[in-house]
């Protein structure tokens, strides 16, 4: 099996970080949302990857190349971008015939039972109920669970199952054949070539889906949602010994994530902090925050803040959403 990730997407919602960084490669926990998820499918057995980049695409590979050297892996470039149906669209020259395909957002982090998800017979799509169902692509399923009709962001739902960005793929053939009619006839939808309209076309050709639910799942393309993936999965982690050295007349809440070479300072820590590597942090109080490496800040208090890297803050109290390189001076 072969699990494709597209990772082609700008990220606008995550600006201004995503100036500077791929949305995939902003750290949740200590890593990268990418990273999660190789490590996911890798401890699952998947050990060929194929990733659709495109902006800031240099950066991806250089983080796969660097921290995974051992997976086999290719690299497809969506030129344009044309949507989730057209970045698929464009792996069909390096996926064999009749091979099963995993498909993971590169933005999206998922619980789910990978071993029973994996085996499944049939297509399946990761689905979960939701709140408004508008939003999102959803599914419609029979008593049994099978998949009748998918859908990108009804108008009026008839179901609440929302698709989470996980799809197994058994014949994936014939959704290469379903996107080639749907991009021949320009069938798009806000300008894009739709991955549910693919799936759609699947089903009329007589493909039979399933409907798989997650346990948790999270789309860190916003955010507050980055923050409380990140808040989670410090949570989960096995808590390790802090060296002192890195920690001078400090208070820690757990739980927290201090990356190495990190030194803080007369702070108060946590909970739900992620600090990078070789950040300092000095007279400050911090909760509920991400900081990139090599980041210094003096005198703050941050709160539900988001900070890239190669940043430096002076002296206030706020909630802030700073891309990398920045300096501010609030005092």
Not at 32 to 41: A, V, Y
Not at 62 to 70: A, G, I, K, L
Not at 104 to 132: E, H, P, R, S, Y
Request: positive net charge; contains cysteine.
């Amino acid at each position: 099996m072969i699990a494709i990730i597209p990772v082609a997407g700008a990220g606008t919602q995550l600006r201004p970080h995503t100036y500077t960084q791929p949305k995939s490669l902003i750290p949740v926990a200590g890593k990268p949302i990418l990273g999660f998820i190789i490590d996911q499918l890798v401890e699952n057995n998947i050990q060929e990857f194929v990733f659709v980049i495109g902006y800031l695409g240099e950066k991806i590979k250089e983080y796969v190349d660097d921290n995974y050297p051992t997976i086999r892996k290719k690299y497809v470039v969506q030129e344009t971008r044309e949507g989730l149906g057209h970045a698929i669209w464009l792996t069909k020259s390096v996926i064999p015939k009749n091979k099963e395909v995993l498909i993971v957002l590169g933005d999206t982090i998922i619980d789910v039972n990978w071993k029973k998800f994996i085996a499944l017979k049939t297509t399946a799509l990761g689905i979960k109920q939701v709140n408004d169902p508008r939003k999102f692509g959803v599914v419609e399923t029979d008593t049994s669970g099978t998949i009748v009709r998918v859908v990108e962001k009804p108008t009026i739902p008839k179901s609440n199952k929302a698709l989470v960005g996980l799809y197994k793929i058994k014949e994936f053939d014939i959704l290469i054949k379903s996107l080639d009619h749907i991009i021949k006839n320009n069938i798009r939808n806000k300008n894009e070539f739709y991955l549910t309209d693919g799936l759609q076309e699947m089903l009329n050709r007589g493909v039979e889906m399933t409907g798989f639910k997650v346990d948790n799942w999270f789309d860190c393309g916003q955010k507050e949602v980055l923050l409380k993936t990140n808040a989670l999965l410090l949570s989960k982690k096995k808590k390790v010994a802090i060296s002192k050295k890195k920690l001078q007349n400090c208070i820690i809440i757990e739980p927290i994530h201090i990356g190495k070479n990190a030194v803080i300072k007369n702070s108060i820590i946590g909970p739900n902090v992620t600090i990078g590597d070789d950040a300092s942090i000095y007279d400050s109080i911090i909760r509920d925050t991400i900081i990139g490496d090599y980041t210094k800040l003096n005198d703050v208090v941050l709160f539900n803040s988001l900070i890239g890297s190669d940043s430096v803050i002076w002296g206030s109290s706020q909630s802030l959403n700073i891309g990398d390189n920045t300096e501010l001076d609030l005092r």
